[in-house]
């Protein structure tokens, strides 16, 4: 998945650019800028590549997914529905804006249930927001159907599944509002940032001010914009953008070499009728960042991964074992261990996590392994892989 492996003499000449006017943020300093502006170019790169209306940089997918929740209106005791399996910014976004998140089981997808989704719609809750992990998707049709049915905001978290579609259509690009993040281990990085994308103009719109302290962006003089409401600063620097410029003109690139090494990967692991493979949606397409499979059962799933990770295949992870994308690690949101007072309504509102169990997503993380595609492999080095992977997994079964 990481652009930062093929980072090389295109993104070094996009932030040159920057470094020889000395601009490094993106709003004003017009007359300095030798006509550089790297955040509106990306921007514009992709709202093509994603083929959406519009695009609001910020600074990382959290940002991205904080925005996303505010200029949609999710605010104090409103209740958000996510996944067990995801990364820890999805409930820190939610928490972020006073939301209450609603941490519901995933499905063979390794993502939202939409059963378990429907299951726990209240009159609190807000949104629904799925999280593309490892590069493939959520039963969109089934979920975009939930929220019209309730009224509900639909929230894709695409941070990791850049390039993957739905229906022909890119992920991020088919809910209400979608989020990407650019930092050093995505698929196209920025070193750190992230983008906020939408079709409603009415979101764009908050977006572009609340991501930089509410300023209208009228006029031409930054000093005397005026604040329609209350921002922050999510603020993406042109260095930073500069670099995703040039990644995001390599997606396609990254994307058929990562394509072609997962198929190398999945066609060996399909060989063993023991290994499954996690479900894809009809209609979609993984970006492929990852290769995800199952095992029979968790203790063969913990012998094959320490397997790996003694024979030095890198980059496989059991999340079942892993801090900081499964439910089971999270005992600081558990116990909710904050550095200053929270809401009572957040409070009272995550009181079930002392007891909820979730014992489909347990069997399911428990039985999987998602292995990174890395874009630096050499064709040999995948075969090698695969050839390596196969026995690992025979030997343990
Ligand atoms: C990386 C990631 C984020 C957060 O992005 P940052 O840029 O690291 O803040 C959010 N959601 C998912 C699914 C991610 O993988």
Redesign the pocket.
């Known amino acids: 998945m990481p652009g930062f492996e093929l980072f090389g003499d295109q993104e070094r000449k996009e932030v040159n650019d920057v470094l020889e006017s000395g601009v490094l943020m993106r709003y004003g300093f017009d007359a300095m800028r030798n006509g550089h502006w790297k955040a509106k170019e990306l921007e514009k790169a992709l709202e093509s590549r994603l083929q959406v209306n519009h695009v609001q940089l910020v600074s ?6 904080s925005v996303a929740l505010a200029v949609a209106g999710v605010g104090a005791g409103d209740e958000v529905i996510m996944p067990t399996f ?2 820890v ?2 409930f820190e976004a939610i928490i972020a804006v006073g939301a209450i998140p609603v941490i519901v089981d995933i499905d063979s997808t390794l993502t939202l249930d939409p059963e378990a989704v429907e299951a726990a719609i209240t009159s609190k809750t807000k949104a629904v927001m799925p ?3 490892c590069g493939s998707m959520a039963n969109l049709n089934a979920l975009s159907a939930i929220c019209k049915a309730h009224d509900l905001i639909l929230v894709e ?1 695409a ?2 599944a850049i390039g993957a579609t739905y229906n022909g259509k890119p992920l991020g690009s088919i809910g209400d509002v979608g ?1 990407f ?3 050093f ?2 698929t196209i990085t920025c070193g ?3 983008a906020v994308v939408t079709n409603k103009a009415r979101y764009f719109k908050n977006a572009d001010h609340y991501s930089d302290h509410g300023h209208d962006h009228e006029g031409k003089d930054r000093g005397a914009e005026t604040h329609p409401f209350l921002g922050y600063n999510f603020r993406i620097s042109e260095l930073h953008a500069a670099v995703g410029l040039a990644q995001v003109r390599r997606l396609d690139e990254f994307l058929k070499i990562q394509r072609s090494h997962f198929q190398i990967l999945r066609n060996a692991l399909s060989e063993i009728e023991a290994v499954t493979f996690r479900t894809v949606p009809e209609g979609g397409e993984e970006s492929c960042a990852f290769l995800s499979f199952f095992l029979p059962d968790l203790e063969t799933t913990r012998k094959v991964d320490n397997a790996f990770k003694e024979a030095g295949i890198d980059g496989c992870f059991h999340y079942y074992d892993n801090n900081w994308h499964y439910l089971r690690k999270w005992e600081h949101l558990v116990n909710l261990k904050t550095l200053y007072s929270m809401s009572s309504e957040i409070k009272n509102g995550l009181q079930y996590l002392k007891d909820k169990k979730f014992t489909q997503s347990d069997d399911l993380i428990g039985r999987n392994i998602s292995c990174l595609i890395k874009l630096s492999w050499t064709k040999d080095e995948v075969e090698d892989r695969a050839k390596h992977m196969v026995e690992i997994i025979r030997r343990n079964l």
């Not at 990382?60 to 997914?65: E, I, L, Q, R, Y």
């Open positions: 990382s997918g959290t940002a991205a997914v995801t990364f910014a999805s999280v593309h992990m978290d941070c990791q989020c993040s650019f930092d281990v995505k750190e940032g992230g």
